[in-house]
């Protein structure tokens, strides 16, 4: 969702925003599972580059900041010391966000959990010479996902104005403990977690014309997989993320 | 679906490939129709460079280009004359086509039908300020669209294959019209029209917990848009790949 000047940014249309980026996040996870594994694509040297999946994702970043891309509070880079200046100019953006948020970037960690742990489990064995499409899979789920994440800049500010008071202490006392305690809502997020393994079945399974005869079990994506996207890394990241920007909320 | 060498492209797999890309054109259209219309993409010296989305459309299938996509027989670049050479290894795909199928590509034709006809009836009119990502959400779109359309040579390919006698007389006559008809099956496209509206039901559906909660009248992308773009310009484009490839297939 865009970071619309007219918009509240409550707890409740930030949930809705995030309700929202789970779609996309579950297309991105279906369109990078038609490809195979295409080990080729990660290897250094393979080609004259040093592995296609970096040459692809550094210099499209480095296009879409040119571009104007990070500008938005709601996008972070993943090698922001390669990025050139936009060259578009200013957008008024609702400055919703504490000015700390700029320094809250966890990427890099996004970046290692996806290669080793996710992507394993995501896709096929197997090469079908698709390297740049691949990479470019890689390159839309990965600002899919991160983008999810660092919202939850978005959900600690609204978090902390509707209860300033409970967690001003906290943050005083830079506890990051008691901030990830007070933060958590079990509920919410086991919601959350069941309804991207519906989404997964539902826009993951093979859709036939004729009533009733929609393939409903051979999902493209496993939507068990997606649920522990969400309950391993999703959502204990973006509590991250929460934690990072809200001990920075009162410099 | 990738070239695989073992894979065989009868026109039953032909088909079940064009039905899978189905999903990814509609998850596009779905991730573009997220932002309005935002004009300053498109507008010619906005920013310090012709415009945003041209800037980020020719260096994106520059970069793309350079890590090896349009070495598959499956892509077709829209600006082929400022591709960078391929620093990638040659893959074996397999060579199913005939030589002449290089020679075709209507992108010029997707790229002024989209700007043109379907993005106005897609998006909201407004401005957000995400203009990287909303050129970047038309490049996958149009990327996925014209693989779709540029497909019609392997449709094509195994047409031919299934009945040489019926199209060899109508391909040394140069009859395109008689290769039109032959190649046209109302029965099946009226099909895939029907198939592609339901699709935009169940992918651009709000998914919630509660069973038979879900918001089937809400859609992300309107359904008779997604059948319209079928019927109107993505049936009708793949066809005239069709005939401009096997009026070639002699040669």
Known sequence: MAADSNSEYTLDSVRKALERQEDTIIFNLIDRAKFPLNSHT?????????SILNFLFRNTEAIQAKAGRYKSPEENPFFPEYLPKSVVPDYPFSKILHPGAASVNINKSIWALYFQQLLPLLVASGDDGNYAQTAAADLSLLQA????????????EAKF???????????CAQDKEGLMKLLTSERVEEMVKKRVEKKAMVFGQSVSLERDDDDKTNYKVNPSLVYRLYDKWVIPLTKE???QYLLRRLD
């Open 42 to 50: 990660y290897e250094q040297h393979y080609a004259t580059i040093a």
């Open 161 to 171: 104005r509707e209860s300033p008071k409970d967690y001003e202490p906290l943050i």
């Open 145 to 156: 996902i991160s983008r999810r994440i660092h919202y939850g800049k978005f959900v600690a």
């Open 241 to 243: 993320v929460e934690v």
